[in-house]
């Protein structure tokens, strides 16, 4: 299966921060039959596979938006919104206004509609002066009264996930969730389910960790499971082919293939393996970018401070946490490619 059918397909599932089973229950089962063993680690609902070489006897994340922070507003049937991700911030991602969304509840899924106030009913100093914000944002799931919207399993502490469905422009996928599905859909068609043990250089690991971007929870536990000599953390890359980004600020691009990260907002990777992927590329005339990403983090930082060398991989992705994410088909396959060549290339 191609890699892209893998990823618009995990995109589909529900998983929002401290709500990953589903996602969890496809990896699972697809990870069995191609690894050794597939097991659920010791934190939460991370899960992880294993697989060894034949020749010579290892977010995301699934993470989302929102929570419902009181389950219904003072008309008594809208959902107010608290943020599932940062501790405690009032800010919201941009424009979610007018977006399908998807309430995650007690009795399953309900569909919505991120809303606020239309501008013909606010004061000239509310219209002057507010912005939408997690105080003035709500979801409508179309229930008439309070006790409709709790007998449809709204709840306090239930998950709201952006529910935008994935389209192609040109060469260009674009939908919720690709942050970072991207990652398992290329462990799957790659790690698991193209490259051939007789092939492998190396034991394999996959792990699909929980709630990166509220602290790297699942991350954080991954050497109590994994004894792992090295690693490559994948992840969602950063573009700024846009024209209110700066190239100097992000010289990386749509299409340019993925990005190699020598340092982010916590850690520094691994020289080591970025050279040898690098190496790696240039051998196979594959291409990629080199990037260093200042204000976000990833799973790799966990990894390196477990003392796992550690090197992060990320496939360019335009609108990042937003209502929508965008990417390119061909990184998905430079990624693959590049991911296949350092597998099966002698450590």
Sequence with gaps: MAVETILTELMAIPGPTGRESLVMDWLRERWQ??????????????????????????????????????PLNRRER???LSNGQAPSTNVTHRYPVGQPALVVGRHGQ????????SGHILTVRQRD??????DTLFVDIGAASRAEAVSMGAHVGASIVWNTPPRRLGNRLYGKAIDDRVALALMLTELIETVSPDDSAYDLYLAATIQEEIGLVGSLSLRA????????????????????????????????????VYKDAHVHYDIRLI??????????????????????GSDGSALIKQGIPTALLGPATRYTHSAFEMIDVRD??????????????AP
Excluded at 129 to 134: C, I, M
Excluded at 279 to 286: L, T
């Design 225 to 260: 499971d994994v004894d792992a000599d090295l690693a490559i953390a994948l992840d969602n890359g950063l573009v700024g082919d846009i024209p209110t980004v700066s190239s100097g600020l992000m010289p990386t691009v749509l299409g340019g293939g993925p990005t190699l």
């Design 110 to 117: 309900i569909d919505g509609l991120f809303a606020a106030a």
């Design 33 to 70: 039959g191609h690894a050794e063993s597939v097991w659920d680690t010791k934190v939460w609902q991370s899960a992880g596979a294993r697989r060894r070489q034949r020749a010579n006897p290892a977010d995301s994340g699934t993470r989302r938006r929102a929570v419902a922070r009181h």
């Design 275 to 296: 050279d040898r992927l690098t190496d790696i590329a240039s051998e196979r005339d594959i291409p990629v970018q080199h990037a260093v990403y200042e204000q976000i």
């Design 129 to 134: 002066t507010e912005r939408v914000d997690l």
């Design 78 to 80: 809208l959902l107010w």
């Design 332 to 345: 998905l396959d430079s990624s693959l490619d590049l991911l296949a060549a350092f597998v099966t290339s």
